[in-house]
């Protein structure tokens, strides 16, 4: 396992994807202000430092999205924590005492299979690992194909 990248659970999407491309200088490596999820390196062919998602899609995977967004429960921040099987990890991690705050799942719309749980003072953490190709959705194999042609 480790550490993938730190998402930023942002309300204003286009303008935080602006901020960090226009002010902070990063690359965009993934998405662009009019999607809802971006990826971003220091510089060009650098690995992810940062990536930003709109919160209302991860209250959604929370079953929170029907509270007020500016509710404690909303998560501002997820640390992503890439492993090669979320199942397996899971069922180590319960032997521990944790208890998932979701199930592993799959999210063929994120090209993912994640489980979350909480560290102890309530932070997000989500274990992930690439879904199979086949298991994607068209939407994301479309978006594949757009971010990382050539």
């Known amino acids: 396992?480790?550490?993938?990248?730190?998402?930023?659970?942002?309300?204003?999407?286009?303008?935080?994807?602006?901020?960090?491309?226009?002010?902070?200088?990063?690359t965009p490596s993934w998405g662009?202000?009019?999607?809802?999820?971006?990826?971003?390196?220091?510089?060009?062919?650098?690995g992810v430092v940062l990536a930003l998602f709109g919160r209302q899609a991860m209250a959604e995977a929370m079953a929170t999205d029907k509270l007020p967004a500016d509710a404690a429960c909303q998560d501002r921040a997820v640390?992503?924590?890439?492993?090669?099987?979320?199942?397996?990890?899971v069922k180590e991690l319960r032997q521990r005492g944790v208890r998932p705050a979701v199930e592993p799942k799959d999210y063929p719309d994120w090209s993912i299979r994640s489980a979350y749980l909480r560290d102890p003072d309530g932070?997000?953490?989500?274990?992930s690992s690439a879904l199979d190709y086949s298991k994607w959705s068209a939407e994301v194999k479309e978006k594949e194909r757009k971010y990382h042609q050539g």
């Open 79 to 89: 640390l992503i924590v890439e492993v090669e099987d979320v199942d397996t990890l």
């Open 32 to 46: 662009d202000e009019a999607d809802s999820y971006a990826s971003f390196v220091e510089h060009a062919g650098g």
């Open 123 to 127: 932070n997000l953490i989500e274990l």
């Open 1 to 26: 396992m480790h550490l993938g990248h730190v998402r930023l659970l942002v309300m204003d999407f286009a303008a935080c994807f602006r901020f960090y491309r226009d002010v902070m200088g990063f």
